[in-house]
């Protein structure tokens, strides 16, 4: 797992952990139809899941633009996110915790059930110690703090640089 600094951009790297029990927390706007099987482990198809359409968007614009990245679908809700990671089988997904039907880090033991390739990625205004530790401890392998887009930029990079996806 990697931990985010939201300052610095750098990660610091632990052991990943056990997810919890299944939410029962799908409507779903899919960006790429069937996800394809992938001979490779790279990062290269992202999901995104914020109920912000203008977060979505400028998200999409940083991973397409800057690091070459696709994105592979994009959820305003969990609902709708779970129904597209068990899809797509992206391997990121970048998760806000605030969302209209359920907590982001509520869903990570059956996102991993879903789709247990992925890399989560959890991203919110919350930076408090309390956040952080519950997105860690359900299995987020990236905690970050929304920011300006140059510092989650610079974030996004030193992952997709060393971050390899769970096999």
């Known amino acids: 797992m ?3 600094d939201p300052l610095s951009g750098s990660a610091r790297f632990a052991a990943p952990a056990s997810p919890a029990a299944t939410t029962g927390c799908v409507d779903s706007t899919d960006m790429a139809g069937q996800g394809p099987e992938r001979e490779d482990h790279r990062m290269k198809s992202f999901l995104l899941v914020d109920d912000q359409p203008s977060v979505r ?4 614009m940083q991973i397409e633009l800057e690091l070459g990245q696709t994105v592979v679908g994009e959820a305003a809700t969990v609902t709708a996110a779970l129904a597209l990671a068990r899809r797509l089988q992206p391997d990121v997904v970048i998760m806000d915790v605030d969302l209209p039907d359920c907590d982001g880090i509520s869903a990570m033991a059956e996102l991993r059930f879903l789709a247990p ?7 919110t ?3 408090d110690e309390q956040t952080r530790s ?4 359900a299995g987020a392998n990236v905690f970050a703090v929304k920011g300006t887009a140059e510092e989650f930029g610079k974030a996004l990079r ?4 060393s971050f390899e996806p769970l096999a």
């Open 125 to 127: 205004m919350r930076g």
């Open 158 to 161: 030193e992952v997709a640089e």
């Open 2 to 4: 990697a931990i985010i």
């Open 134 to 137: 519950r997105a860690m401890q």
């Open 57 to 60: 968007q400028a998200l999409r």
């Open 117 to 123: 390739r992925c890399a989560v990625l959890i991203l």
